[in-house]
């Protein structure tokens, strides 16, 4: 019997688009990403994204699951709004 290991890197943005678009995406990073944020805070995290989630005019929430570091959504409104976004009317 064979085991794996999955390392999860994954931050799941909510924002507004080029066209003041509600929009929501799961980004999946790399070793190379997880190294330029740098220590794992909220805030530095926020600062990458501003540089690097160029899909978005601006970043209204996130939830990020890297590595050992957890942290969801700030505001229930952006939970929501990626499910929305994601999942749309799905049941």
Avoid: P
Wanted: contains cysteine.
């Amino acid at each position: 019997m064979s085991r794996y290991t999955v390392i999860v890197r994954r931050i799941d943005i909510v924002g507004k688009g080029w066209y003041n678009q509600q929009m929501a995406m799961s980004l999946n990073l790399s070793a190379y990403d997880v190294e330029n944020i740098g220590e794992l805070t909220r805030e530095n995290i926020q600062l990458w994204l501003d540089s690097h989630a160029g899909d978005f005019q601006s970043i209204l929430d996130f939830r990020a699951d890297i590595d050992e570091f957890e942290s969801d959504f700030e505001t229930e409104e952006g939970e929501c709004i990626f499910n929305d976004c994601m999942f749309g009317d799905e049941e």
